[in-house]
C-alpha cells in the first residue's frame, strides 16, 4: 500500500516482485552464478526450482511445514528463543547421536510435519535428559530433515542436468545444509554457490534488484495489477530478463 502510495505521489514507477523469485535472483546477483538449479529454504517457503520454458518451474516443494517454520516451531517447544535456526545449528554440533525420525518424502515433494510431531515427542518423552538430550534431538532432526532436502535436490539436479546450484533463503546460512548440498553438486560436477548471508534472509535489496531487471525488460506496472497475491505461485510467472 505505501508503495502504491508513493508511486501515484512522486509520480515513479510501480514494479510488483514475486517474493520467492527475488530470492533467487539476489543469489544470481550477488553470487555472479547464471542458471542453477534452486533449493530455496526458509520461513515461509521450501522450494527446488530451475528456469525452464521462460519460468521458473517448481520441481519439489514442501507439502506443509516451510523447513525454517518447522525448526522455529520446534525451537520454541524447547524453550529456544527467537531465531531458533541458529541455535539448533549450534546444539546439534555437540552431538552425532542419532534418534530415528519419520522422514518423508513423496515424489520430489517433501511433509515435515511428521518429523516435527516427532521431535515434539521426544521432547515430552520419559527418556528425555536420560537416554538424550536436547543436542541428540537437534542433531537428529537436522540431519533428517536435510537429508530430505538432499535427496530431492539431487533427483532434480539429475533431471535438469544443470551445472550450477544455488542455496538461498533465511535457512541458507546453515552449515550443515551447505556441506550437504555442496557434497551432491560436487558429485554432479556442478558449481555450488550459497547466498551472502546479509542476504539470505528477506531483505529489501532483493525485492529492488527484481524489479530493476523486470523494469528494464518489462517496464513498469498499472496500480490495477499491483493488488497483493500471498498465494502466488513463481511457477506461473514469466520471466522475461532471463530470454
Given at each position: 500500500?505505501?508503495?502504491?502510495?508513493?508511486?501515484?505521489?512522486l509520480e515513479i514507477p510501480l514494479v510488483g516482485v514475486n517474493h520467492c523469485i527475488a530470492h533467487?535472483?539476489?543469489?544470481?546477483?550477488?553470487?555472479?552464478?547464471?542458471?542453477?538449479?534452486?533449493?530455496?529454504?526458509?520461513?515461509?517457503?521450501?522450494?527446488?526450482?530451475?528456469?525452464?520454458?521462460?519460468?521458473?518451474?517448481?520441481?519439489?516443494?514442501?507439502?506443509?511445514?516451510?523447513?525454517?517454520?518447522?525448526?522455529?516451531?520446534?525451537?520454541?517447544?524447547?524453550?529456544?528463543?527467537?531465531?531458533?535456526?541458529?541455535?539448533?545449528?549450534?546444539?546439534?554440533?555437540?552431538?552425532?547421536?542419532?534418534?530415528?525420525?519419520?522422514?518423508?518424502?513423496?515424489?520430489?515433494?517433501?511433509?515435515?510435519?511428521?518429523?516435527?510431531?516427532?521431535?515434539?515427542?521426544?521432547?515430552?518423552?520419559?527418556?528425555?535428559?536420560?537416554?538424550?538430550?536436547?543436542?541428540?534431538?537437534?542433531?537428529?532432526?537436522?540431519?533428517?530433515?536435510?537429508?530430505?532436502?538432499?535427496?530431492?535436490?539431487?533427483?532434480?539436479?539429475?533431471?535438469?542436468?544443470?551445472?550450477?546450484?544455488?542455496?538461498?533463503?533465511?535457512?541458507?546460512?546453515?552449515?550443515?545444509?551447505?556441506?550437504?548440498?555442496?557434497?551432491?553438486?560436487?558429485?554432479?560436477?556442478?558449481?555450488?554457490?550459497?547466498?551472502?548471508?546479509?542476504?539470505?534472509?528477506d531483505n529489501g535489496v532483493m525485492i529492488a534488484w527484481t524489479a530493476i531487471l523486470k523494469y528494464?525488460?518489462?517496464?513498469?506496472?498499472?496500480?490495477?495489477?499491483?493488488?497483493?497475491?500471498?498465494?502466488?505461485?513463481?511457477?506461473?510467472?514469466?520471466?522475461p530478463w532471463r530470454n
Amino acid at each position: 500500500m505505501v508503495a502504491r502510495l508513493l508511486s501515484q505521489l512522486l509520480e515513479i514507477p510501480l514494479v510488483g516482485v514475486n517474493h520467492c523469485i527475488a530470492h533467487i535472483e539476489i543469489g544470481r546477483q550477488m553470487c555472479k552464478i547464471d542458471d542453477p538449479l534452486t533449493l530455496y529454504v526458509s520461513g515461509g517457503n521450501t522450494i527446488v526450482s530451475a528456469f525452464e520454458s521462460e519460468r521458473y518451474q517448481i520441481f519439489g516443494e514442501t507439502l506443509d511445514l516451510a523447513i525454517g517454520n518447522m525448526i522455529d516451531s520446534f525451537a520454541r517447544e524447547a524453550d529456544i528463543p527467537h531465531p531458533g535456526g541458529p541455535k539448533i545449528e549450534k546444539l546439534a554440533r555437540d552431538s552425532s547421536k542419532y534418534l530415528e525420525l519419520p522422514y518423508t518424502v513423496k515424489g520430489m515433494d517433501l511433509s515435515f510435519s511428521g518429523l516435527y510431531t516427532a521431535a515434539k515427542r521426544l521432547l515430552k518423552s520419559k527418556k528425555f535428559g536420560i537416554e538424550y538430550n536436547l543436542n541428540d534431538i537437534a542433531y537428529s532432526l537436522q540431519e533428517t530433515a536435510f537429508a530430505m532436502l538432499t535427496e530431492v535436490t539431487e533427483r532434480a539436479l539429475a533431471h535438469t542436468g544443470k551445472k550450477e546450484v544455488l542455496l538461498t533463503g533465511g535457512v541458507a546460512a546453515n552449515k550443515k545444509l551447505q556441506e550437504m548440498i555442496n557434497y551432491i553438486s560436487d558429485e554432479h560436477n556442478a558449481r555450488f554457490e550459497v547466498v551472502p548471508l546479509r542476504y539470505a534472509g528477506d531483505n529489501g535489496v532483493m525485492i529492488a534488484w527484481t524489479a530493476i531487471l523486470k523494469y528494464l525488460s518489462k517496464g513498469e506496472d498499472t496500480i490495477e495489477d499491483t493488488i497483493i497475491k500471498p498465494k502466488e505461485r513463481m511457477d506461473n510467472i514469466e520471466v522475461p530478463w532471463r530470454n
